[in-house]
């Protein structure tokens, strides 16, 4: 397979708070905001994968900043590694201030989706070549994710995590 740049699954989602997104302190539920990543997500690994995208794990997510009423939200997901059948998606989240417009990165997250086919059988997703030096950290770091939640889930030795050894002795 042919590969695929992070800058091709690209996916941007803007949208308003609206007043029944919003808790209490009238701020953006946090469920409501990890259904819009989850939307973002979806729409970038099917964009790579060019196949249905099912989510198999929300791996990480920073709720860094409240996300107040009015807010205009812009979600923006790309996938920063693929693997056999599956791909790491990353996920930055913008919030606008709605009196002076300034533009402040709020939340971020890394879902993984597994390409399938109409049966859902799992199926091969084309490779990732990351350009820019962002997209080449997100790549590099998404194979120490992988290894430590394999290596966690008992489906990998400790030693045989490589990237995870090379990070803690040097090789």
């Given at each position: ?120 059988k799992p199926t091969e997703v084309p490779p990732i070549e990351p350009v820019t030096d962002?997209?080449?950290?997100r790549f590099a770091a998404a194979l120490r994710r992988k290894q430590l939640s394999l ?21």
């Amino acid at each position: 397979m042919k590969p695929k740049n992070p800058s091709d699954s690209r996916t941007i989602m803007t949208d308003l708070v609206l007043p029944s997104e919003t808790n209490p302190l009238n701020n953006l539920f946090g469920g409501e905001l990890l259904a819009r990543m989850d939307r973002a997500a979806s729409i970038a690994a099917r964009r790579h994968s060019r196949r249905i995208t099912v989510t198999a794990s929300v791996n990480h997510v920073a709720f860094n900043h409240a996300v107040p009423l009015g807010s205009v939200l812009t979600v923006e997901a790309a996938v920063s590694r693929a693997f056999n059948t599956s791909m790491e998606v990353y996920i930055d989240v913008w919030m606008e201030d709605r009196y002076n417009g300034n533009r402040s990165k709020a939340n971020e997250a890394i879902y993984t989706f597994v390409a399938v086919d109409e049966s859902g059988k799992p199926t091969e997703v084309p490779p990732i070549e990351p350009v820019t030096d962002l997209e080449k950290e997100r790549f590099a770091a998404a194979l120490r994710r992988k290894q430590l939640s394999l290596v966690l889930a008992g489906k990998m030795k400790p030693n045989e995590a490589t990237e995870l050894r090379a990070l803690f002795m040097g090789g």
